[in-house]
């Protein structure tokens, strides 16, 4: 298979990036303010554990929209992975009122749940969009508790491809499957490491590198260090046929900002307290998963590549969904934009 060989050769030629083995190897394990990190280039982890409970707080958020008085959408599934888990640090969004916080925490708790209320709602239409451009293969990177393979109506023919690590997958199927639940169309898992080489086994699985598909990157760009960032890109790129679309969620400038970021750590550490008091769990520091480096333009080299790309503010996004304020450009407090794309040659 072409693609899959030249796929082969570009992990091997990239060695001096990815040490050989397809994981990036970063210069330093301390972040730009000095931080230890939690993360090494060849860490992994179980749906409770680091970047896994990610995907917990991120279903905790939509379990909230979904169960809230006029929700965005409706994923059922979200409640039902929350009560196989436990409690955690993904019950911030699940067991501490709004109400019960003082006014600024309130604000950045709202804050968040309307951005994760708002991406699922991007990415729900973007699906939408592409299931009606005739696009019949979807790939979902970093899939984590995503339930789009079982919630959304998926046209038939369409092949749902799910890539992460291994335990994750393996707790969202068995979770559903205990549930009685079956995914709408032809869903197929590939277990990888996405900094490995998930190229080789995504074709494996039988995808078709010239059909044209639908990309999510929903979440993982900030736990990604910048290299790996640009080879994820490069690598979808080389994976994608003319008539591909993409949709992906990326940290902004203002997430390196260190006033930024030292206000951010400090609302944290009081919404950990809250949680603490309330709901008597210890809850980690999720922020010293991600990587606050310097980061190429995603929409820049999107262009630059034979794509059609522009990016929506959270804010934009936020009022287009007709949620709460989020401010305005580098106020907003979630230092994110919304990157939509098609391959036009």
Do not use: C
Not at 132 to 137: H, K, V
Not at 146 to 161: C, E, H, K, N, S
Not at 247 to 252: E, H, L, M, S
């Amino acid at each position: 298979m072409p693609v899959e060989r030249a796929l082969r050769d570009e992990v091997n030629q990239r060695s001096e990036v990815t040490g050989g083995s397809g994981t990036v190897q970063t210069e330093s394990d301390a972040d730009v303010e000095g931080r230890t990190m939690t993360r090494t280039d060849d860490d992994t982890w179980d749906i409770t554990e680091s970047v896994g409970a990610t995907a917990l707080s991120v279903a905790a958020a939509r379990a909230a929209e979904t169960e809230s008085a006029q929700p965005l959408f409706r994923d059922p599934f979200a409640r039902v992975f929350l009560d196989a888990a436990g409690e955690g640090t993904w019950s911030l969004f699940d067991r501490v009122r709004v109400a019960d916080l003082d006014p600024e925490l309130a604000a950045q708790m709202q804050a968040l749940r309307d951005f994760f209320a708002a991406r699922t709602a991007f990415i729900d239409d973007f699906f939408a969009a592409a299931a009606d451009a005739g696009i019949r293969q979807v790939v979902i990177l970093a899939a984590g508790l995503d339930a789009r393979a079982w919630r959304l109506a998926w046209p038939q023919g369409t092949r749902v491809y799910e890539l992460d690590q291994p335990k994750v997958l393996d707790f969202k199927s068995s979770t559903l499957r205990a549930h009685g639940t079956a995914p709408a169309d032809e869903r197929i898992e590939v277990a990888v490491d996405l900094r490995r080489d998930w190229p080789t086994a995504l074709l494996r699985a039988g995808f078709d590198a010239a059909a044209p598909t639908a990309w999510s990157v929903e979440g993982l760009l900030r736990y990604l260090p910048a290299q790996a960032q640009d080879l994820l890109f490069e690598r979808i790129h080389q994976l994608s046929a003319v008539g591909s679309q993409i949709v992906a969620n990326a940290p902004t400038e203002a997430a390196l900002d260190p006033r930024r970021a030292a206000h951010e750590r400090e609302l944290g550490q009081r919404m950990r307290a809250a949680l603490g008091a309330r709901a008597g769990i210890q809850v980690p520091d999720v922020d010293e998963l991600s990587y606050a480096e310097e980061r190429t333009d995603a929409v820049e080299w999107l262009a630059e590549h034979g794509w059609e790309a522009s990016a929506t503010t959270v804010p934009e996004a936020v009022a287009r969904y007709r949620r709460g304020s989020q401010g305005v450009g580098e106020k907003s407090p979630v230092p994110s934009i919304f990157i939509s794309g098609r391959r036009v040659r």
